[in-house]
């Protein structure tokens, strides 16, 4: 047992080691709130990976407290860390980091409890967790179509992937030990998924391209591009003269149909040569535009703004309002009050 016990430890050890050289290729990252979450999410799955093991804790002795601060809110910061990455959306600071602060305050509220609440807190801690990590495997999954950055969107499946295998693994293990009896010979097994998950992450950040660490790239096709030339010209036509983004529902396969070109191309061409990395920002752009031209026409000032929203191009009123306010930092509804006023 002595030497399981070793195996573990070293195992753990390297995942750790893992984590702590991720963080320093976050450290180089651009946008800064990317740079910021990326490292605070390694420096809380380097925390977790010691946390997850009595042998560690021994071998800590008094820093394990601070090990298990950033352990707790380690689902809160996979959730900032997630949306940061896979999500164009600005959000302020106390919204990015409200999931992790929830993790500590639920967490100490465990440990600062009656006894005969302890347990309660903890179910509520366990559950409030998964759903955090739900969530932003959702924000991954969801922006997956309309992702313009190509390296970003190679990247999401395997950030699915792991992210789900390691969180199953966990239940899994938690579950037989629930059941059956406590299994301290199970425990090299995380600490071998949490080893792997590190190194494969090293691997890939190590090599990103750079347009999927900066905020908005630009990079111009070579002079004299004459097939990117001609696209640029046929998208200008379907969006500027043919006005295809009124279209409800309107995806890159059907834009790229409208233009005759592959997909892969249309999107590196928006992307590299027009700044965009979503293709919903590239749309509604335009969109939004337009609907603002029409709640400032006098003569309109009696249709509905859902009409409005249904004519350029959006299927409901929900997601018009989020994309007007985002925008134009203003409901439709109070645009137009300014704009006739």
Known sequence: MG??????LLVRGAAMGGFLGLALCFGRANPARLRLSGVLFCL??????????????????????????????????????????FSDEARPLWRRFAPAAANLLLALAGLLVRPTFAQAAWVIYSIVAIGMIGHALHVIARGWRDDLVESRRK?????????????????????????????????????????????SGMAVFL?????????????????????????L?????AMDEEEIWRTEALTMFDLATQVGAPEHRLRRLINTELGYRNFSAYLNERRILAAKIALADPDRALSPVSSIAYEVGFASLGPFNRAFKAASGVTPSDWRIQALS
């Open 155 to 199: 990247l999401r499946g395997p950030v699915l992937a792991s992210a789900a295998g390691y969180a199953l693994l966990v239940v899994v293990l938690e579950v037989a030990q629930m059941l059956w009896r406590p299994m301290p010979e199970l425990a090299p097994v995380g600490a071998i998924a949490l080893l792997i998950l590190s190194l």
């Open 3 to 8: 030497e399981l016990v070793l195996i573990e």
């Open 207 to 231: 090599h990103l391209n750079s347009d999927l660490l900066q905020s908005a790239p630009r990079v111009s096709p070579p002079p004299g591009n004459a097939i990117d030339q001609a696209l």
């Open 44 to 85: 809380t799955a380097a925390g977790h990976v010691l946390s997850q093991s009595p042998s560690a804790r021994l071998v800590t002795g008094a820093a394990f407290p601070v090990i298990w601060l950033l352990s707790i809110t380690g689902a809160g910061f996979f959730w900032t860390f997630a949306t940061d990455l």
């Open 233 to 237: 010209s046929r998208l200008s036509r």
